[in-house]
């Protein structure tokens, strides 16, 4: 079975500060996703990566930075957390589909609160 | 962008019944899947149909697809107290590794 970690459950930190929200998925998948869910919003693509040191802007990439160092971890980063980033962050991986699209593989989800 | 759009947004059954939701899209897609999400956790795979195919099926769970109308529909039968959770649709496309997700249904079943 796939599996894919996120580092924390529940997090909380202040405004203004540099947080680390961190994903390691272990069947060697090419692509990683970070999304964000809010209540009626559904599920909100903030960055992606099909490979290491690839990235991909997605729907709302302001205010964060992600890095891929190694395949198997994808890290979002919040240079300067605000509150209006207070939401649970999901991250999930993928093969690459041949002709596109394959299923995604989702963590537990970490839910942060900024302060 | 919000490509699927779930109808209900929200659904209340009683054991035993079937519970149906539906998804519609915009835009041209290589294959709809269903995930489903239990409160406060992350979201699970249950079924994917292709832009090819009508129906599927996958234990309790039916999947229609109607490209012409750009609409699929999710039917659980016999649902049952653990079924209660978030579902959403997710579109993809060819020649990329996204997908778009719906805004869910919540489906509550009462034993």
């Known amino acids: 079975d796939v599996k894919v970690t996120q580092s924390s459950r529940y997090l909380v930190k202040r405004t203004g500060e540099k947080v680390f929200l961190e994903c390691v998925q272990d069947?060697?998948?090419?692509?990683m996703f970070w999304y964000r869910q809010d209540p009626g919003l559904g599920l909100r693509l903030i960055y992606f990566?099909?490979?290491?040191?690839?990235?991909e802007k997605g729907d709302i990439p302001e205010g964060y930075s992600v890095s891929r160092e190694k395949k198997e971890r994808f890290s979002l980063i919040l240079e300067s957390a605000s509150t209006n980033q207070t939401s649970m962050y999901l991250c999930?991986?993928?093969?690459?589909?041949?002709?596109?699209?394959?299923?995604?593989?989702f963590g537990p989800g970490t839910r942060l609160t900024v302060l | 962008s919000q490509q699927g759009e779930e109808d209900p947004q929200a659904l209340s059954i009683q054991e035993g019944e079937n519970a149906t939701m539906n998804c519609s899209y915009k835009?041209?897609?290589?294959?709809l899947q269903w995930y489903r999400q239990n409160s406060g956790r992350g979201l699970v795979h249950l079924i994917l149909?292709?832009?090819?195919?009508r129906e599927k099926h996958s234990g309790r769970l039916r999947v229609t697809l109607d490209t012409s109308k750009k609409s699929s529909s999710l039917l659980i039968t016999a649902s049952r107290a653990a079924d209660t959770a978030s579902y959403f649709c997710?579109?993809?496309?060819?020649?990329?590794?996204?997908?778009?997700f719906g805004t869910g249904t919540r489906l509550q079943v009462f034993p």
């Open positions: 997710a579109t993809g496309r060819y020649n990329t590794d996204k997908l778009i």
């Open positions: 990566s099909y490979d290491v040191k690839m990235k």
């Open positions: 069947m060697d998948h090419e692509n």
């Open positions: 149909i292709r832009s090819n195919e």
């Open positions: 835009t041209s897609i290589n294959n």
């Open positions: 999930a991986s993928s093969i690459t589909g041949d002709v596109g699209t394959d299923t995604q593989y």
